[in-house]
């Protein structure tokens, strides 16, 4: 036998329980907004060209031109479109760039709890480390926020063998680590149960742009293609479509301008999806229909 997880079972996405979204909606569509910060000349990082001896200024104030700049033209475009947003947010943005996390709370947005910073993989501590890790950024974000966060995102998706736990008993209710469904799924934890919410690495810009050196018009088009296929696959099935954003690539001008050509095609359907945050998924899976998920 090879060796398992022992998080879920697998099911088939053609044989599980129906349900519906909220106001009868099939599809719901959460947009996951990753406001991150790194150290200079040390520690992890995309890179828009290869990187030289440290300091990588390039690669770095690259990074930086998305809290400075990319995330602000990107609140006014969710302002002009009234959407939600989901913020996945290092909890080191609370000392580099306090007003902007301001910005998006005076929104009424979503603060998901997304490590201490992306320089950094949790996934290489030891338990007692990654549980501080995680203590540490939780204290961060719900004293700034005034309430804890519901959701966690690792950074570079990192996990240990007890990273599910250890959020658990951290007092998280989902985690967006897992890409294996297009459904909610429950996973088994030593301290219960933790909700694992679908967050794309194919709707996800890092990928796509980054690794698979896609165009700004290639990465809109396939946000489109993705929404229209899943808007009609929902028919039979209820599923989630997240967009997984970075300010320092899609705030860049160029790419701004198709992503609101992407996300216009999406609000010209909202009232045949919910257009919604990650915290609102798990909430109504946990209260409205806790035994219907996968």
């Given at each position: 036998?090879?060796?398992?997880?022992g998080?879920?079972?697998y099911?088939?996405?053609t044989?599980?329980?129906d349900?519906?979204?909220?106001?009868?909606a099939?599809?719901?569509?959460?947009?996951?907004?990753?406001l991150?910060?790194?150290a200079?000349a040390?520690?992890?990082?995309?890179?828009?060209?290869p990187?030289g001896?440290?300091?990588?200024?390039?690669?770095?104030a690259?990074r930086?031109?998305?809290?400075?700049?990319?995330?602000?033209?990107m609140?006014?475009?969710?302002?002009?479109?009234?959407?939600?947003v989901?913020?996945?947010?290092?909890?080191?943005m609370?000392?580099?760039?306090p007003d902007?996390?301001?910005?998006?709370r005076?929104?009424?947005?979503e603060?998901?709890?997304h490590?201490?910073?992306?320089?950094?993989?949790?996934?290489?501590?030891?338990n007692?480390?990654?549980?501080?890790?995680?203590d540490?950024?939780?204290k961060?974000?719900?004293y700034?926020?005034?309430t804890?966060?519901?959701?966690?995102?690792?950074?570079?998706?990192?996990?240990?063998?007890?990273t599910?736990?250890?959020?658990?008993?951290?007092?998280y209710?989902?985690?967006?680590?897992w890409?294996?469904?297009?459904?909610?799924?429950?996973?088994?934890?030593?301290?219960?149960?933790l909700?694992?919410?679908p967050?794309?690495?194919?709707?996800?810009?890092i990928?796509s742009?980054?690794?698979?050196?896609?165009s700004?018009e290639?990465f809109?088009d396939?946000?489109?293609?993705?929404?229209?296929e899943?808007?009609g696959?929902s028919?039979?099935q209820?599923?989630?479509m997240?967009?997984?954003?970075?300010p320092?690539?899609?705030?860049?001008?160029?790419?701004?301008?198709?992503?609101?050509?992407?996300?216009?095609?999406?609000?010209?359907?909202?009232?045949?999806?919910?257009?919604?945050?990650s915290?609102?998924?798990?909430?109504?899976?946990?209260?409205?229909?806790?035994?219907l998920?996968?």
């Amino acid at each position: 036998m090879l060796r398992n997880h022992g998080r879920y079972a697998y099911r088939a996405i053609t044989d599980r329980a129906d349900y519906t979204w909220p106001n009868g909606a099939r599809l719901a569509v959460y947009i996951g907004l990753n406001l991150e910060h790194f150290a200079f000349a040390e520690g992890l990082g995309a890179e828009l060209a290869p990187g030289g001896p440290s300091p990588d200024v390039l690669n770095y104030a690259w990074r930086d031109y998305g809290n400075r700049v990319g995330a602000w033209r990107m609140r006014d475009l969710f302002d002009a479109m009234d959407m939600p947003v989901s913020v996945l947010a290092n909890s080191v943005m609370y000392d580099y760039a306090p007003d902007l996390m301001t910005a998006f709370r005076e929104r009424g947005d979503e603060i998901v709890g997304h490590g201490r910073t992306n320089s950094e993989r949790q996934s290489v501590l030891d338990n007692a480390e990654e549980a501080a890790l995680i203590d540490e950024a939780t204290k961060a974000l719900t004293y700034a926020e005034g309430t804890a966060p519901k959701g966690w995102l690792s950074p570079w998706i990192a996990e240990s063998l007890d990273t599910p736990d250890l959020l658990v008993e951290a007092g998280y209710g989902y985690t967006l680590n897992w890409c294996m469904d297009d459904q909610p799924v429950w996973m088994q934890t030593r301290a219960g149960r933790l909700l694992s919410i679908p967050y794309p690495q194919e709707v996800n810009d890092i990928p796509s742009i980054v690794a698979r050196k896609d165009s700004a018009e290639q990465f809109a088009d396939m946000i489109i293609d993705n929404f229209d296929e899943m808007l009609g696959q929902s028919a039979t099935q209820p599923l989630v479509m997240g967009i997984a954003l970075h300010p320092y690539l899609v705030g860049q001008p160029y790419r701004l301008r198709h992503l609101r050509r992407a996300l216009t095609h999406i609000c010209a359907h909202r009232d045949d999806i919910w257009l919604t945050r990650s915290g609102e998924i798990h909430d109504y899976c946990r209260h409205a229909i806790p035994e219907l998920i996968a």
